[in-house]
């Protein structure tokens, strides 16, 4: 049974940085594309980030480029979200998600039917 479980979140000031962590098990990590979304309180879960199965790729929603980094390390069966100069805009709950993909270790997914695991989330709160 897969199970995704989250850390790192908390309260930050705007313009400061958090690390998100995600440790799998139950599933063979290197055949998962993994992703993060979030959920702010009366919207929608939307796409956050996504990774390919090599590591090699990478996709992010427009409002978190150049501040949000996805990276995973495949020998811990870890996927990590930096996100750097955080603004209000970015309070959420934030899930970790995975997509077995098979075939290509290229792409990625940004949407979230094409997740079939997903963790209990954690929650990031930017103080303005």
């Known amino acids: 049974q897969a199970q995704l479980v989250e850390s790192g979140g908390g309260l930050v000031q705007a313009g400061g940085s958090l690390r998100l962590s995600c440790v799998t098990s139950?599933?063979?990590?290197?055949?998962?594309?993994m992703g993060w979304f979030r959920q702010a309180p009366g919207r929608e879960r939307e796409f956050v980030a996504s990774?390919?199965?090599?590591?090699?790729?990478?996709e992010y929603a427009d409002s978190v480029k150049g501040r949000f980094t996805i990276s995973r390390d495949n020998a811990r069966n870890t996927v990590i979200l930096q996100m750097n100069n955080l603004n209000s805009e970015d309070t959420a709950v934030y899930y970790c998600?995975?997509?077995?993909?098979?075939?290509?270790?290229?792409?990625?997914?940004?949407?979230?039917?094409?997740?079939?695991?997903w963790g209990q989330g954690t929650q990031v709160t930017v103080s303005s």
């Open positions: 990774i390919s199965r090599s590591g090699k790729n990478t």
């Open positions: 998600s995975a997509a077995r993909t098979q075939g290509s270790i290229w792409v990625t997914r940004s949407r979230d039917f094409e997740y079939d695991d």
């Open positions: 139950g599933i063979i990590f290197r055949d998962y594309v």
